[in-house]
């Protein structure tokens, strides 16, 4: 029996006002954003809700050439490229050890791991900072990479180990019997077998890197390793503001999270939905 018949109308009525009224809310802003970084700055100013007049591109050259976009772009893809590669594959090691293999001190290090959620990035970022200057690698790639994996690690393998955890001891025991090696069960087992989990990984990571600022912003000091988010202060300032630059420059780094989701949005979703009836 269909359940939807038993919904009253006024309920439905009120759920569809609801979903409409939230897309409207979040696409209206992105709308007025992605139309307003065609205008000149005054004609923001003086209309600020307005349509463009003349459509013009400039802010988008003017943006990509003064705040070295192009370099910023790179950047942002490497740092989350090889951030959210470099936690995945360590969560998932991690989490195939800690649930797979009897020893007694699985519990005190899973427990460190997870206690790694209660650090803070601001706690860390001076004492981490002199300890990147001390071994010279302040201001280079691998510099952001390792804080962006050693603060993603403890979420990652929480998520993680709860799902291995649950993949049959049984498979592996038979693997095992059949003359295949550690190394060989997790790359043609549990991965396989943890397919959806790795996708709520992915999207939870690859949101966390390209949005990150602080490790980039502080760690860095040229433009040639700015990630996105730095560079987009170049062009707010106290006393002068270019409204048209800024919009296209956030217009520009929104585009491949656009991207990202419309190429992956149904395995992410399936992945949320799997990894949330794993038992």
């Excluded at 993603?152 to 095992?176: G, H, W």
């Excluded at 988010?229 to 999270?257: C, H, K």
Aim: net charge neutral; with cysteine; proline share 5%.
């Amino acid at each position: 029996m269909n359940n939807e018949k038993h919904i009253p109308v006024t309920w439905k009525t009120c759920a569809y006002v609801i979903v409409l009224s939230f897309t409207i809310m979040t696409l209206a802003p992105l709308i007025w954003l992605l139309y307003s970084s065609f205008k000149i700055n005054a004609e923001i100013l003086k209309f600020p809700l307005a349509l463009p007049k003349d459509f013009t591109i400039s802010n988008y050259l003017r943006a990509w050439d003064i705040g070295h976009m192009g370099v910023a772009l790179l950047n942002s893809f490497i740092y989350t490229g090889f951030a959210t590669g470099g936690t995945l594959f360590l969560a998932m090691a991690a989490a195939f050890g800690l649930s797979k293999f009897p020893y007694k001190s699985k519990n005190f290090i899973y427990g460190a791991f997870v206690g790694g959620l209660l650090i803070s990035v601001q706690a860390v970022i001076v004492p981490l900072y002199l300890m990147e200057a001390k071994i010279g690698i302040i201001d280079t790639r691998i510099g952001v990479i390792l804080p962006y994996i050693a603060f993603d690690l403890p979420m990652s393998i929480l998520i993680a180990y709860s799902f291995v955890n649950a993949i049959p001891d049984a498979l592996i025991e038979a693997a095992v019997i059949d003359g295949a090696s550690y190394p060989q069960i997790f790359f043609k087992v549990i991965f396989p077998f943890s397919v959806p989990v790795i996708a709520t990984m992915v999207i939870l990571s690859f949101l966390k890197h390209w949005n990150e600022f602080m490790f980039a912003f502080i760690l860095t000091t040229g433009n040639d390793m700015r990630s996105l988010p730095v560079a987009l202060t170049l062009f707010a300032g106290r006393l002068n503001v270019d409204y048209g630059m800024q919009f296209a420059a956030l217009v520009i780094s929104i585009i491949p999270m656009i991207v990202f989701y419309a190429i992956f949005h149904e395995r992410l979703i399936k992945g949320f939905a799997e990894g949330g009836l794993k038992e």
